[in-house]
């Protein structure tokens, strides 16, 4: 995990990767309650072995806040031991509310942010909150993401598109009600090199996992992997000149969201502009 210390920026500002990071954590596995008057308390309950996340939270937050430890019961364990970090702050709770992170039940009405945010920092949140990252039971690599918004799983899925060529439609499970975004193998490989980039801020236990992933060959024989649909410099400057998603993904043949996040990478620099730019 990435050292964080305070931020020079205002608190929560999604344009900075590591409370774009937090933010999505805090979405999917945050819980903001009510007290009585202006009272009440944003907590994050997570395994005592992640800990290490909640501190740095503690750190990017400019408002006291608390972690704690305990050992309880729960339906998959006799004894789960969880670490809990806990803020009071109306300014801070009224801020991350407005953000996006609703008080009480959430699960299916949380979005994406609608200010301006880093994208792949806030699904990296999300991922390391309610995702998995690592090999099946016959050693093929995987990354995936449970959640029961229907607007994070699209969002996830257009993401996906832009980054991987592959794309997703996803739909809700009929058991469980939610939807469960998968990519495999080499698709697997391209998505967690984009989204657990070095020194990004992460659980260590999976930004272990998500470097594993590129180690991986498919093996002889197998057939062959989707054919990833890349960016070219000829599609980079119609996008620029458009300087409209909507306009460019008529033309480019894209959805508008993959439009988007792409002129979003070349005017933050995240990729190189094209060589006449």
Known sequence: MAECEPSAHQFMDLTVPEYAYMFGFLQADGHLSKGTGQKGRLTVEISARDIDILRAFQKLTPHYSSITERTRSTNFAESHNAAVWSLCSLEARTRINELGLPYGRKSKTI???????????YLRGLIDADGSVGFTSKGFPFVSLTTASGAIASYLSDYGKDVTGSARNPKRNARDDIYNVLYMMELAQHLTADLYYPGCLSLERKRTAADSLSAWVRPSGMRAAYTTRRWTESED????????????????????????????????GKVPKPSDQ
């Open 111 to 121: 979005t994406p942010p609608s200010a301006e945010f880093s994208p792949r920092d």
């Open 237 to 268: 400057r119609i996008l620029l000149k458009l300087n409209s998603p909507t306009a460019a993904a008529e033309v480019l043949g894209r959805t508008d969201k993959s439009c988007n996040l792409r002129l979003w990478r070349l005017r933050n």
